[in-house]
């Protein structure tokens, strides 16, 4: 009979169990401690806190489409808690520079590179990062370079960030240095999800950059801008404007660079 | 020189904050080597508390306790002496032969002295078959057995039992008193508790009663009865 | 000398053959064993997530034997009054302080050794296996450092365990103020460092010299804790090394001397 009580209770709590309806974006979301009061909280322990809340931040980032304002602020909130609380952890300041600087989080994620440079000082990445978002992002190119100057130096750096350096002045190969950029980051990541995101981006860029080229030769061939993408077409310069994977328009600026009407997000 | 000797022993216990009990008050008196003495009273009269502060277990406020002519507090005072505590409290994870030879360790005993010791020690009282076993095993009387072993370990001169009669059958307590008596032949002084009047009687050479905590009686076993009647009807009535 | 060793093998074998011992040493080596398999579960350098569970577990186990158990045996102890036909015998308290804090040492160094050597086995398993972009170098000796420091610091703990049983007879008494103790201990350094930055800032002077006061009193445990050494492969700064080593024997030291003179008056009843 006893057996019988335990049976159904056992059965009972396991369909219970599959009907709650587990919701990824509130458990990812939930709210998260001040760094200050996790680090007391953890001791020594620390380490595997910041373990936690980087897979947290990983699976989230993986997991959302498209992020609101308040997302990709507990993005970086979290971020910077996993970065806290194992300052010589290598991969919340590379998610952070991967994924922050194109969710609109510049200053969140300067601060947590930043920090970075205190504590990994052989890491090329961390002050690549900074460069690439005074560069891309802020259009700070004498920043830029002293950041990517101070990778190349580092072990492992890639050879081509001396050059990089040299050719910040050059105006239209801010996309050229993007896509590079991501394509070494392609190299390093082995999560799914992440990588689909990256090639997305890449697409896009892609695209970017092979209407960059267009617009060139048309100024070449004709002396000054098109008017709008399409005369590109117009005057055979290219057979079709590309796709944009995150579902906008390309469209022409009025000085002369190409951007999206979905803002790449 | 005396195997015991206690002057003028002043001890009051503690209880909370405010309530103080005078457990022993003006206590004196000696044990000479080579006697089997006996200490009585009734429950609570200070026997235990007096035992305490001869195995330097606790400390008297005042007064002063000797074990061969050395204070109690100081170590060295108790290696010729055995000690029985009132109820055997033993580490049950170790085996009997363990638990001995670390008694033995404890005196200082080299090992070329100790197993041969040991294994007549175990043999005489009926333990040999058992020390391989845990102490978690034994039986109550086992274990009491073990105890007064680990008492005999170092071949004292001296050894101080707390009620070593309490709790016993009739068996038990004959053979406890045939080992006081065969003790005594051997040239050892015996000073042991109780609360019986006659386990004291019988085979004791002298006698100290204690009622609350001061020395009523001291002196030969013959005429302690009457003395102590009194003042048990003192006791009781208060 | 004699008469320590012999208190301390028999609080060795004592505890050795406690039942929640064997317990708790196959939990620890379960989640050793685990820990590269939890790693994979979760999103990050699996290394580097592998070596976080395995040195925390080893950290837990060492804390349940040097706190847990050394409370727990010396409180049955003097509440079964074991400790009756110990401290009768021609020892003197000091003697019987010393064995039990060598015996509980030997006890919780073995356990941490057991451990050790399982999560060893588990991080070269791992790291042999590990299907990742570029395998990074694992720094055994520094590993090998850690566990040393890890001793030391449990060690220290054990004379926290002993200081507090010197003068209470309850085992929870005694397990909860070490405790105490070694949460204060493990966070001294991060709360000098919340201090001395911008959220520190807004901390009353009041509360800031109180914790000056703290820093002085209470055991710095963070300069025992090599994890973050062994797992980043940070250089090793000797002089720091060698300054902790002493402080941490000489804190062990003191809290014993402490412990002893309590004990030496404290009346057994």
Not at chain 1, 110 to 137: A, H, Q, V
Not at chain 3, 164 to 192: C, D, H, R
């Amino acid at each position: 009979m006893r057996c019988l009580i335990g049976l159904i209770c056992l059965f009972l709590s396991a369909w219970i169990n599959t009907k709650v309806e587990w919701n990824l974006k509130e458990w990812t979301t939930s709210p998260l401690p001040r760094p200050e009061s996790a680090l007391l909280l953890s001791a020594e322990f620390s380490p595997l806190s910041s373990d936690y809340f980087l897979m947290k931040a990983a699976i989230f980032y993986s997991g959302m489409a498209k992020f609101k304002k308040t997302e990709s602020l507990w993005l970086s909130k979290a971020l910077y808690l996993a970065s806290y609380l194992d300052p010589y952890y290598f991969e919340p300041y590379w998610m952070a520079g991967v994924s922050l600087p194109w969710e609109g989080r510049l200053q969140e994620a300067k601060k947590i590179l930043k920090r970075g440079l205190n504590y990994l000082n052989n890491r090329w990445e961390i002050p690549f990062y900074l460069g690439f978002i005074s560069f891309y992002f802020e259009h700070d190119n004498k920043v830029a370079a002293n950041y990517f100057l101070m990778a190349s130096k580092l072990p492992n750096a890639p050879t081509y960030l001396p050059l990089l350096a040299s050719r910040l002045a050059v105006k239209g190969r801010e996309t050229r240095i993007a896509i590079a950029f991501l394509q070494e980051q392609l190299k390093m990541t082995k999560e799914k999800k992440i990588k689909s995101r990256l090639k997305k981006r890449l697409k896009a860029l892609q695209a970017i950059a092979f209407l960059e080229r267009a617009v060139e030769r048309y100024k070449e061939i004709y002396g000054h801008l098109p008017l709008e993408l399409n005369s590109l077409i117009k005057q055979n310069i290219i057979s079709a404007i590309p796709e944009d994977p995150y579902g906008g328009s390309f469209y022409l600026t009025e000085d002369g660079r190409i951007w999206s009407t979905s803002n790449l997000r | 020189m005396s195997a015991i000797s206690l002057k003028e022993i002043y001890k009051t216990y503690k209880k909370g904050l405010r309530q103080r009990i005078l457990a022993v008050k003006n206590l004196s008196f000696a044990v000479e080597q080579g006697e089997i003495f006996g200490f009585v009273g009734p429950n609570g009269a200070g026997k235990s508390t007096t035992i305490k502060i001869l195995m330097g277990l606790i400390f008297a406020d005042r007064g002063e306790a000797r074990l061969f002519d050395l204070p109690c507090s100081h170590p060295k005072a108790r290696a010729k002496v055995g000690f029985v505590p009132e109820q055997p409290a033993l580490y049950d994870h170790l085996t009997g032969a363990e638990f001995l030879h670390f008694a033995g360790e404890l005196y200082g005993l080299s090992k070329k002295n100790f197993m041969e010791q040991a294994l007549k020690l175990l043999e005489k009282v009926g333990l040999k078959e058992a020390m391989n076993l845990k102490l978690r095993h034994y039986s109550k009387g086992m274990q009491q057995r073990l105890v007064i072993a680990q008492a005999l370990i170092t071949n004292p001169e001296l050894i101080i039992m707390d009620e070593p009669l309490s709790g016993l059958d009739p068996i038990g307590r004959m053979e406890i008193m045939d080992l006081i008596k065969s003790l005594k032949e051997e040239g050892k002084t015996i000073f042991f508790s109780s609360h019986i009047l006659h386990d004291v009687e019988t085979v004791c050479d002298r006698v100290a009663l204690i009622v609350r905590g001061e020395l009523k009686f001291l002196g030969k076993p013959d005429n302690i009865e009457e003395t102590f009647r009194e003042e048990i009807q003192k006791w009781a009535k208060s | 000398m004699g008469k320590i060793i012999s208190i301390a093998k028999v609080t060795f074998k004592e505890g050795i053959r406690e039942r929640v011992f064997l317990g708790v040493l196959i939990f620890v080596g379960l989640l050793l064993i685990g820990s590269g398999f939890l790693a994979d579960l979760s999103i990050g350098d699996i290394l580097k997530v592998t070596q976080d569970i395995g040195l925390s577990g080893l950290s837990l186990l060492g804390l349940f034997v040097a706190l847990f158990l050394s409370t727990h045996l010396i409180a049955k102890d003097l509440d079964k009054k074991t400790i009756y036909l110990v401290v009768s015998k021609p020892i003197a308290r000091w003697q019987y302080i010393l064995g039990k804090f060598l015996g509980l040492s030997f006890l919780t160094i073995f356990a941490i050794f057991v451990g050790f050597i399982v999560f060893l086995i588990t991080l070269f398993y791992f790291w042999k296996t590990a299907k990742i972009y570029h395998v990074p170098q694992i720094a055994w000796g520094k590993h090998l450092l850690a566990f040393v420091y890890l001793n030391l610091k449990m060690c220290l703990l054990i004379a926290v365990g002993i200081f507090f049983s010197s003068f209470t007879s309850s085992a929870l008494v005694a397990f909860s103020f070490s405790l105490l103790i070694y949460f204060i201990g493990a966070n001294l350094q991060n709360v000098k460092m919340i201090l001395e930055s911008k959220v520190g800032e807004n901390i009353t002077p009041i509360l800031k010299s109180l914790f000056k006061l703290a820093y002085w009193l209470f055991p710095n445990l963070s300069l025992l804790d090599l994890k973050a050494i062994a797992v980043h492969n940070l250089p090793l700064n000797i002089g720091n090394l060698g300054l902790s080593l002493l402080y941490g024997l000489a804190y062990t030291a003191l809290l014993l001397l402490f412990a002893s003179f309590i004990f030496d008056r404290r009346e057994l009843n």
